[in-house]
């Protein structure tokens, strides 16, 4: 969906003309899963599929909001209080969270506004449709009332961060920052080292690596995907408490190195054992892939990828089976370097890394083999993505 389609829709849906147009994209993450709400690593990289929303305002205090991907549209009296909670209501929650954050936090004047959402970041796949949703808003939100205002002039760090306070705190699930900094901060030709205590970010290089990002979405999304996501947060906050007693001075999994982890693993009940020696190991996964993409040297960032899913299919177990089927499928196939689930888990999307003329040779053995394998009724959806910039204004 082009600027331009969007303003269109939203022409049709208003009756009048957007006043401003933001997009932010989705992004796949090739290592660091989970580790993001443990003050850890992550990996992302933004994709060229993006979310755009464009708004007008108004001045009777109204909200009204249409996605033209869902094909639903909403309208409010004021910015709620509360979360909506009708189905087909409650994917507004994502922009009113923003307007919510930014409105307390004086960035935002809540008078009325228009807005229209549309985008080809596929939903439930993995892929952050939701954080490009938020940080779009946010770039929106922030932009309207600030003629002359341009992309460069976004202050992207604080609206990935009001992004992350409307999921969290308005939407309601206990995620981590990578989503929402990928979709603001991402670069064109690189991937992002992102340091989820500190904030740090460094662009990685990544055009010249000479790989293909093949994004396979496996098209199921187990129903315990979200609760289970939020069991996993309290699990790692139990081992942080327990690690605290034993070793002291532990306020997140960052603080236990390998060699403190391993004196005193035995000490703790087996689940959490292996919840914490995944975030730990994982830790390191991103922290050598990124000196592997420095050094050139892909075939290691690929074992990065796989040792990172067997991590989280076997320590974190937040795979599942048709992941776990793509990701076999992407290990037996030659010139696929390496391969990981994507994003929470129990569905979405499996990333990898492939080399150029083993593309169409990996995209037709998921296609002819993943249904049967994985013992599922669906077609697999398989696309090449390139890395594409992080949130910002669309002129026409
Ligand atoms: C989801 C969350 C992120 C992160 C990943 C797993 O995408 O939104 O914060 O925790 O899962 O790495």
New binding site residues.
Partial sequence: MTTREARSAFEAAYGREPTTVASAPGRV?LV??????NEGF?LPMAIDRRTTVAVAPRDDGRFRLESADVGAAVAVDDVPAEPLTADDEVWANYPLGVFVDLAAAGRFEPRGLDLLVAGDVPRGA?L?SS?ALEVATAAAAYAVDRPGVGTADLPKRDLAEAAWRA?TGFVG?D?????QYASALCRADEVLFLDCRSRETRGVPFADAGLNVVVVDTRVEHELASSA?NDRVRECEEAVERLDGLLGGVASLRDVDRDAFLAHAADLPGELRRRARHVITENERVEAAVDALEGGDVDAVGDCMFESHASLRDDYEVSCGELDTVVELAWETEGVVGARMT???FGGSVVALVETDAVDGFRATVDAEYADRAGVDVEPRTFVCSSAEGVRLDSA
């Fill in positions: 993450n660091g899963g989970h580790t993001d709400y992550v993995g952050s954080a999921e699930l995620c981590g920052i990578m989503d996501y994003g929470g888990g």
